[in-house]
């Protein structure tokens, strides 16, 4: 890759198989710097606290990341040409080109109003991100089970204290921080520059026992069903309790998010790494801790940071790309800091791409046997069609389809350096390509 140039290269990766515009992280000194994009472009950046480390790291906004690809940025020291205004913030206010979000001092939404689509979502009445802590004894299995009851017993959380603790160009946020009971919960709600995503970077210092944390946000979205994440697909459930069997899905797995939307909007719920979703009437729900006494009387006694974030969109869950906001939240860009050299690749390159909103790269990588390429592509909104794959420049000498375990080899047509065929809904496909060498 070529770097050579002024300042301190960074290499920036996408592996997403599409562009995307996001908020790039990583540990560099503290001091007065300016930074270049690709095409010697002087982007937005400040200096945050790492959500996973504590710890100062410089952030930027990187735009048009290039699919399975890499951009690179230069850091060069002392202030810059360009003043980019801040995203606003007051201690129960962010606001950017896209949204303008307002909370208590709980840091419960009380009105998200999102500019695109001219609709506020929540009210003081029907508000966001409400923490509730339940008593949790389900019985025999502990740490498998929840109780239907368990809204009976409740716990409260005191009303928390709200600061401004970032403002700058990528990105400002407002922390919340909520002592209760024996535990300790500090929230920073973030909202990036550009952004149509509102991100709860979230710190609990738990020490509860048979508790239960859950978020909850009230919506007025008419809907029967709430659609969720699963693997290499969706799933749909009732978001109603009109028979024994709906009245059961109190509680129920999902993955990267979960959706309520209805003809004209929606919103979607999404998370880093909790997977218990509950839907009904308007009202979207995840559970964020436990504490069972079984099979582990200490099980989960111990510092948590994760993150969930809401996204309003237009349409419904497909036509607002909630999937590739989720991917965006689960896999940030790779940064690293590289020495400046010639290469014979470009600052800004991409390795593959596909032409396929509704198609996602789910493996890249080694065949296990052989020398080939395995590439593993998922149909994702239930659409099915055709699909064109771009190995940008990589010339193939064969092409195969294969099965999971890689065999069953059945050729595939294929021009220098791309391949086509049809996919059907939420079908996995799976090819085995041999570079030319």
């Known amino acids: 890759m070529d770097t050579s140039g002024s300042g301190q290269p960074v290499l920036v990766f996408n592996s997403l198989a599409h562009p995307r515009d996001t908020v790039v992280q990583l540990e560099y000194p503290e001091k007065s710097v300016h930074i270049h994009g690709p095409s010697h472009e002087e982007v937005p950046h400040q200096f945050i606290t790492g959500h996973e480390t504590g710890r100062r790291v410089l952030a930027f906004r990187a735009k048009k990341l290039p699919p399975i690809g890499f951009s690179v940025y230069r850091i060069l020291d002392g202030p810059g040409q360009e003043k980019f205004p801040p995203v606003s913030v007051t201690p129960t206010t962010l606001e950017n080109e896209h949204l303008k979000v307002t909370v208590n001092s709980s840091g419960e939404i009380v009105s998200l109003f999102d500019k ?12 966001g991100n409400v923490l509730k802590l339940y008593e949790d004894v389900p019985g025999k299995y502990e740490a498998w089970d929840i109780a239907p009851s368990y809204t009976k017993v409740e716990f409260e959380i005191p009303a928390g204290c709200a600061e401004v603790i970032e403002q700058g ?3 400002s946020a407002i922390q919340i921080t909520r002592p209760f009971r024996n535990s300790r919960l500090v929230q920073r709600i973030v909202l990036a520059r550009g952004s149509r995503r509102i991100d709860f970077e979230t710190f609990v210092d738990w020490k509860e026992q048979q508790k239960m944390l859950k978020v909850r946000f009230f919506t007025d979205i008419v809907t029967t069903k709430a659609t969720y994440d ?3 697909g969706t799933i749909e459930r009732s978001a109603y309790r009109n028979n024994s069997f709906d009245a059961a899905k109190f509680e129920v797995a999902g993955h990267a998010w979960m959706d309520l939307s209805q003809g004209d909007c929606g919103l979607s719920l999404l998370n ?3 997977y218990g979703f509950e839907a009904f009437d308007g ?3 995840q ?11 200490e099980s989960d006694q111990e510092e948590h940071r994760f993150i969930y974030s809401i996204y309003p969109h237009a349409g419904d869950w497909r036509a607002g790309h909630t999937h590739r906001q ?3 939240l689960n896999h940030p860009p790779d940064a690293v800091l590289e020495a400046a050299h010639p290469g014979p690749l470009p600052p800004r390159h991409s390795f593959l791409q596909l032409d396929a909103d509704n198609v996602f790269l789910e493996a890249l990588k080694k065949a296990e046997k052989s020398d080939h390429l395995i590439i593993r592509l998922v149909e994702r909104h239930g659409c099915g069609g055709p699909v064109s794959v771009n190995l940008a420049g990589l010339q193939i000498a064969e092409a195969f389809e294969c099965n999971l375990l890689e065999r069953e080899d059945a050729p595939v047509e294929h021009n220098t350096s791309s391949f086509r065929f049809t996919i059907a809904p939420y079908q996995i496909r799976t090819f085995k390509i041999q570079p030319q060498l």
Do not use: H, Q, W, Y
């Open 326 to 328: 989720a991917l965006d």
């Open 283 to 285: 009202m979207m729900c």
């Open 116 to 127: 695109t689509l001219n609709r506020t979502f929540f009210s003081a009445e029907k508000r």
């Open 230 to 232: 699963i693997p290499f």
């Open 272 to 274: 880093d790494c909790k």
């Open 169 to 171: 160009s990528v990105r």
């Open 287 to 297: 559970t964020l801790l436990r504490g069972p006494l079984v099979p582990d009387p």
